[in-house]
């Protein structure tokens, strides 16, 4: 699945050779330091940002990476390319910027597939200099701005019977365990939201000699289909923080699911409001 947002290393190595590229890690800053794909920006808070859908949270959310994104010299020019050190070990951080890019109205984005682990198997060189990027004006427009969720919409998806509300948290904060993946009691609340479906993100990848990659398009449909969803069927996707769920959302839409949106304040804002339903106790 290299055709469409996906690229290898190898692609990456031939299209930054080819056209302006922004490469941008989001990995935190040690790991940067230690070793990264040349020529690449660091840029962690894709990762670490808690949004809210509030009007308020959503206007912060637009300003703070308009300008996080010009910092690093996307102007709309250049090819934004993001990565992370496997599709598995960053929570599906590199998709959550490229999901930040798409709700943005950004036009060209990748994903590096397999991320800095795949760029090292491959035998390309790492670099451990420090880039200080040109800024550029970042283009905001609305053009995915119906991509992004917020309270009501799902509450209205909630008392939909079409729309598929889909959980991809780990098993843990599915069988209400855990609240978060940063402890059982980060959040007040621990459940899942009325009605939702499970696959835990895990499953829309396989192992491959070089980590974790995103699963065929074949696969993914068949991984869909125990859910009962089709390239037909609306979905309303969540997670902890938007993070698993942009690695869900950038899989079924390379597999050819039409209607994707991410509830992006997810469980973290969910379960903070004690007026919102919750299922609680184990889904079955």
């Not at 692609?11 to 922004?22: F, H, N, Y």
Request: hydrophobic residues 40%; aromatic residues 10%.
């Amino acid at each position: 699945m290299t055709d469409g947002t996906l690229i290898s290393p190898e692609g990456l190595e031939s299209l930054c050779a080819s056209e302006p590229c922004v490469v941008i890690d989001t990995r935190a800053p040690e790991a940067y330091a230690a070793g990264h794909i040349p020529g690449a920006v660091n840029l962690h808070d894709i990762f670490t940002y808690l949004a809210t859908s509030s009007p308020e949270g959503i206007a912060e959310l637009r300003g703070k990476f308009a300008e996080e994104f010009g910092s690093v010299g996307l102007s709309g020019a250049e090819t934004a390319v993001i990565y992370e050190q496997s599709m598995a070990s960053g929570f599906g951080q590199s998709c959550r910027g490229y999901f930040l890019l798409q709700y943005l109205g950004y036009p060209k984005i990748k994903v590096l597939h397999g991320g800095y682990e795949a760029w090292t198997a491959a035998g390309l060189t790492a670099s451990t200099d420090a880039v200080a990027p040109e800024p550029k004006a970042f283009p905001v427009s609305d053009a995915g701005a119906d991509l992004m969720m917020n309270v009501s919409d799902m509450m209205s998806a909630v008392d939909s019977e079409e729309v598929v509300k889909l959980d991809v948290r780990d098993i843990d904060e599915w069988i209400a365990e855990s609240s978060s993946p940063y402890g059982k009691d980060f959040c007040p609340r621990k459940g899942r939201i009325p009605g939702a479906r499970w696959i835990e993100w895990y499953r829309m990848m396989k192992p491959t000699a070089s980590g974790p990659m995103i699963k065929s398009k074949e696969e993914v449909l068949a991984e869909c289909a125990t859910v009962g969803i089709t390239p037909e069927t609306p979905v309303a996707l969540y997670c902890f923080k938007g993070a698993r769920a942009s690695n869900t959302y950038l899989a079924l839409k390379e597999a050819g699911v039409k209607d994707v949106k991410i509830y992006f304040g997810s469980w973290n804002e969910w379960s903070r409001d004690p007026a919102l339903p919750i299922e609680e106790g184990l889904p079955f």
